[in-house]
């Protein structure tokens, strides 16, 4: 536990009261199940069905206060999965405030270092003193996170030896769909083995992609879209103000485009790629340079060397011919650990060539068309599940160059009589352990203090779903949502694997129709926006305030009712 000296705002965060619905509220041990319908995966249904024999196809729940009735002791243990996102240590803290209110004698255990910890039997024992440290605090450094995936039956036998040793018989797993593919993986593994060990996931990640009907957001993308629309909103004000550079800002959010789109709604940039956009309408990479290129030379030519463009982290996995190169490559680097002939090559030349020369001819052509700093960051190890780090890729360098390419071409057109001077930015580390907003406060600990609810109902392999977010704390509807609802097949690695599904934008949706109805107009005229910082106090106007996705996906969904 950190004993450095606090801030006034961490001292003052410390005291913030989060507000629970009314269901939860009332005590957790009034809480009675409400059975809604049962439900089918989303895709694969009969494969899912086959590999979740004992978890697949379970009711949703909501939740209801009744009686009082007495529960004996549960010992929990909890897991920090995946990215940091804001609120996570509010998660912790409704767990523990619910487990603790249901029976005092109750213990909350936290594993170190994300999944990994469960299965290396590394923890701590919560205490009121560690749990008050943390509350409304940014970060997951209470017990830190990891991204370790869990699939092995070696993994899971350890992870049982060690729950056995603490008496757990619960685990909640707060993560996003990788770290909750791995939540429903360990509750069906546990039910299969008569373990008696309950599993719950909270969703959780900024990139704001595990969502559906039932789960409204995932925590941590109100707070970081709100700081990178900050952090868009000064940078608007310095461009307006110097009127010389052209800021190119790529975006977190990993394959999604629903962080960069809200930050574009929020603060109304020239120019915003959207991933999905992209794929649906198969623009290639030359297609995106030269509509950029052209707003930048339409401006330049009414006198304007200036404008913001943000770049969704996820771009270059959306253009069809990178798409179907990274694929292919992403087959080829599966088999390269055992070749013996890729693994003594030294020199990165050499290996692009060895690489080019097993991919499929098409897609040699486009891995050889690449910068080399590309080519290097697109051969970086996957994460544990598979997934290409997009983080590490720098596209919005990539457009630049090209960009500058096209406009020289331009300029020898007579087409582009401006200058063109660059800077670039990436925004994703900065938001991810900010302050929880006031709405991420909440909704984390309510998360929280939910998980608990389904474990003392009996749940395993659900989600923590707390819904109706646009309305006050207090009225927010508590319940569950069975994981294998969301999953898939997908291939990872090079292997089919069942998988939770991601929640891309969707083009039809109000949110893009939004940009869609207002980009021409950014493009050209300066309509910035200026966000400002999060506010924790002062008026709901201001400190309460949901993001635009939120609200325009509510409001949509209710004109539907
Ligand atoms: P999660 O899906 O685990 O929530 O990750 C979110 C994220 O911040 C992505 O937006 C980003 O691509 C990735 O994590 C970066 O990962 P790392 O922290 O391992 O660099």
Same mark, same amino acid.
């Given at each position: 536990m950190t004993t450095n000296e606090l801030s006034p705002l961490q001292k003052a965060r410390l005291n913030f009261k989060p507000v629970l619905p009314k269901t939860l509220a009332e005590g957790i041990k009034k809480v009675e199940v409400i059975e809604g319908a049962k439900t089918e995966c989303v895709k694969d249904q009969e494969e899912i069905k086959r590999l979740f024999p004992n978890t697949y196809g379970k009711c949703t729940v909501t939740f209801k206060s009744g009686s009082e009735k007495e529960y004996s002791?549960?010992?929990?243990?909890?897991?920090?999965?995946?990215?940091?996102?804001?609120?996570? #240590?509010?998660?912790?803290?409704?767990?523990?405030?619910?487990?603790?209110?249901?029976?005092?004698?109750?213990?909350?255990?936290? &594993?170190?270092?994300?999944?990994?910890?469960?299965?290396?039997?590394?923890?701590i024992e919560f205490t009121d003193e560690i749990i008050d440290a943390y509350r409304n605090t940014g970060g997951f450094d209470i017990i830190g996170s990891g991204r370790t995936k869990l699939e092995t039956e070696e993994q899971f036998q350890k992870a049982l030896a060690n729950c056995k040793k603490l008496n757990i018989t619960g685990i909640v797993i707060i993560g996003g769909d990788d770290s909750n593919t791995n939540a429903a993986m360990l509750a069906e593994w546990f039910v299969q083995n008569n373990a008696g060990i309950q599993v719950i996931g909270c969703p959780k990640t900024i990139d704001?992609?595990?969502?559906?009907?039932?789960?409204?957001?995932?925590f941590g993308f109100d707070?970081?879209?709100?700081?990178?629309?900050?952090?868009?909103?000064?940078?608007?004000?310095?461009?307006?103000?110097?009127?010389?550079?052209? #800021? &190119?800002?790529?975006?977190?959010?990993?394959?999604?485009?629903?962080?960069?789109?809200?930050?574009?709604?929020?603060?109304?940039?020239?120019?915003?790629?959207?991933?999905?956009?992209?794929?649906?309408?198969?623009?290639?990479?030359?297609?995106?340079?030269?509509?950029?290129?052209?707003?930048?030379?339409?401006?330049?030519?009414?006198g304007k060397?200036?404008?913001?463009?943000?770049?969704?982290?996820?771009?270059?996995?959306?253009?069809?011919?990178?798409?179907?190169?990274?694929?292919?490559?992403?087959?080829?680097?599966?088999?390269?650990?055992?070749?013996?002939?890729?693994?003594?090559?030294?020199?990165?030349?050499?290996?692009?060539? &060895?690489?080019?020369?097993?991919?499929?001819?098409?897609?040699?052509?486009?891995?050889?068309?690449?910068?080399?700093?590309?080519?290097?960051?697109?051969?970086?190890?996957?994460?544990? #599940?598979?997934?290409?780090?997009?983080s590490k890729i720098e596209t919005e360098k990539l457009l630049i160059e090209m960009i500058k390419v096209k406009l020289d071409q331009m300029k020898a057109e007579g087409e582009f009589m401006g200058k063109f001077s660059d800077q670039c930015h990436f925004f994703g580390y900065e938001g991810r352990c900010a302050f929880p907003s006031n709405f991420d406060a909440n909704y984390c600990y309510a998360l929280g203090f939910n998980a608990y609810a389904l474990m003392q109902?009996?749940?395993?392999?659900?989600?923590?779903?707390?819904?109706?977010?646009?309305?006050p704390s207090t009225e927010w509807v508590a319940g569950g949502v069975p994981l294998t609802m969301m999953m898939n097949m997908e291939k990872r690695h090079g292997h089919m694997k069942p998988v939770i599904q991601k929640a891309l934008v969707k083009l039809d949706g109000p949110v893009f129709k939004k940009l869609e109805a207002n980009r021409e107009d950014w493009a050209m005229n300066d309509r910035y926006m200026f966000p400002g910082s999060i506010q924790y106090w002062g008026p709901s106007e201001v400190c309460d305030i949901t993001t635009q996705t939120l609200k325009l996906e509510r409001e949509a969904a209710a004109a539907l009712v």
């Open positions: 002791a549960k010992n929990v243990g909890v897991i920090l999965s995946g990215g940091q996102a804001p609120g996570g #240590h509010n998660v912790v803290a409704g767990l523990y405030d619910a487990l603790k209110q249901a029976n005092k004698e109750s213990k909350l255990y936290g &594993f170190l270092g994300g999944p990994s910890g469960i299965i290396d039997g590394e923890y704001g992609d595990l969502k559906n009907d039932q789960i409204e957001i995932s707070t970081a879209t709100k700081t990178y629309a900050e952090l868009v909103g000064n940078i608007q004000r310095d461009v307006n103000s110097a009127k010389k550079y052209w #800021h &190119f800002v790529k975006v977190m959010g990993r394959s999604a485009t629903h962080v960069a789109l809200e930050v574009a709604l929020q603060t109304q940039p020239n120019i915003t790629l959207i991933s999905e956009e992209v794929e649906e309408k198969k623009l290639s990479l030359k297609q995106i340079v030269d509509y950029m290129a052209n707003i930048i030379a339409q401006r330049a030519n009414d060397n200036f404008g913001v463009a943000l770049i969704p982290e996820g771009l270059i996995e959306f253009i069809p011919e990178m798409k179907r190169m990274i694929a292919n490559l992403n087959d080829v680097m599966s088999t390269l650990e055992q070749d013996a002939s890729y693994n003594k090559l030294t020199v990165p030349a050499d290996r692009f060539d &060895f690489i080019e020369s097993r991919l499929e001819p098409d897609n040699a052509k486009v891995f050889e068309s690449l910068p080399v700093l590309i080519k290097a960051q697109l051969l970086m190890d996957r994460d544990p #599940h598979g997934n290409v780090q997009v109902a009996g749940m395993t392999g659900y989600l923590s779903s707390v819904r109706n977010l646009t309305a």
